[in-house]
């Protein structure tokens, strides 16, 4: 199994797509938001990642950063269901405001032929929080984040209510998340910004966004094995491997992964 990351970015990024990944088992992948537009598919492209090969999305919120890179996925899947180049329905998970936000942009958007494609083969589905699916398979628990600006779901992949991969989009963590995050193999969170500039900047208060030092220090308690970080600011992408691994070091003694776009992360086989 190995994560894709397609983008690492916060939200107005500009020197590198918005946060987003694949987690993938050689055949099949699970697309996990897909940044804010079309350049989700020069990022697929990069990566080796064949569109139709795509069976699972989800969507985290109804941020743009999110959000809005899914219809240009819809849009080509669209076009292949139509010309009957596929067969199996693609499914879009999120929870009751991505869907109805998806319906009512595509609605205006996606070209007028398509739209019997919605729902038939291109599969929106609500999720509640605790709702299971099987993706790649794998038990993927839902999880509302409790997040402070908008409605935001996560989810735990579990074996055997193990907690192997936890998600908790980016926001910072609420105390109600934490117990998805208890030992969990992996952990991939939020981290605007690292080290003093995070001191000074205080993106918690300001934006409801994470730092290192916070996530760091909770993956720590919580005994996490891996940790991922993403959604950071792009103002120094060349020195930002190094400078938020070497934060995180001071509070974590688990692994810690800083990726760039399109970097792979290889996770165990059991996962
Ligand atoms: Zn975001």
Redesign the pocket.
Known sequence: MRLNILGTG??TATECY??CFTISNGVEHFLVDAGGGNGILKQLKSSKIEIENIKNIFVS?I?M??LLGVLWIIRIFARKFYKKELIEPVKIYGNDEVISALNKICEIVIPKDFLFLLNDKIKFIEVKTNDRVKILDFDVEFIDLSAKKVKQFGFVIKKDDVNLFTFIG?EVCSANTEKYLNNTKWLFA?AYMAGEEAERHNPIERHHHSTVKYVAEMSERLNVENLVLS?TIDNDLKNRKEKFTNDAKKYFKGNIFVPDDLEIIEIEEEL
Do not use: P, Q, S
Request: proline share 0%; no cysteine; aromatic share 0%.
């Open positions: 916060h939200g918005n946060t919120h941020h950063d999110h980016d939020d959604h």
